[in-house]
């Protein structure tokens, strides 16, 4: 892959300790994040990355958020504004107006846009783009309830913005490999999966960002190369032999 797909998830403030999925990227780190994207990437449209219209030189980046989360239009719209990047945002609509009802509760804000805020973001510049309709674990599901789901996601965000969605964003950055057939049927033009290796068109790769990520990894994981490295037979064997103790080190930093 010569572009990077980033998938961003609350962008805020939370404890850690109350921040059980690493889903909640500082507004300081995110500023930081967006201005070196500024001076060292190219920050480019899903419709670009997947037209393959990539401009020369640096390396490109599209940036994504997951599930819709209030606080991405509070807190990165005006940073995205500050750079005027473009950006999309996937949003799972049976959800809309309504806290995160797939993990467990945290004290932190992890409620989904209401139509109007999904609106107003649509109209800022932040692409909305389909989630599924319940988050459904597509790797899970059958046949006939991935169709259904993302159908009933495309026809909801076409009644709420007047524009079909283009991308769909598999919930929990996972599917199965049958699952691709599924989602071109449906009119979408690519499907996005989080840290697996790109497969194809409807199974795009993107790396997570998460609070865990200093400037380093962050410009390693935009650099255009870090998932072919990062599933690479030796780091793959190398990361599951480190991957428990990197976990108990970063528990004992939460407790």
């Not at 524009?163 to 199965?176: D, E, I, V």
Request: net charge neutral; proline share 5%.
């Amino acid at each position: 892959m010569s572009a990077t797909v980033l998938a961003y998830h609350a962008i805020g403030e939370c404890p850690r300790a109350e921040d059980h999925h690493n889903l909640f990227v500082t507004v300081d780190a995110f500023e930081r994040q967006m201005e070196f994207l500024a001076r060292r990437r190219h920050v480019i449209t899903l419709e670009e990355l997947v037209g393959n219209r990539l401009p020369k030189g640096r390396p490109s980046v599209a940036i994504t958020f997951d599930d819709g989360y209030r606080n991405v239009l509070r807190n990165a719209r005006p940073v995205l504004d500050r750079y005027s990047f473009p950006s999309s945002i996937f949003v799972p609509t049976d959800w809309r107006g309504r806290d995160n009802g797939w993990i467990e509760p945290t004290s932190c804000d992890l409620r989904i846009m209401t139509d109007d805020e999904l609106r107003a973001t649509e109209s800022a510049g932040i692409s909305l783009q389909s989630h599924g309709h319940v988050h459904l674990d597509m790797s899970a599901a059958t046949k006939d309830e991935v169709r259904d789901d993302i159908k009933r996601s495309l026809d909801e965000i076409e009644v709420l913005i007047g524009r079909r969605p283009s991308f769909l964003a598999y919930p929990y950055g996972r599917t199965a490999e049958w699952t691709a057939a599924v989602a071109e049927t449906t009119g979408l033009r690519a499907a996005f999966t989080i840290d697996e290796r790109h497969r194809g068109t409807y199974l795009w790769e993107r790396v997570q960002i998460t609070p865990l990520d200093g400037s380093v990894t962050f410009a390693l994981k935009t650099n255009g190369h870090y998932m072919r490295v990062r599933n690479s037979p030796l780091v793959t064997k190398t990361y599951g032999a480190v991957k428990p103790v990197v976990r108990r080190a970063l528990q004992r930093g939460r407790d």
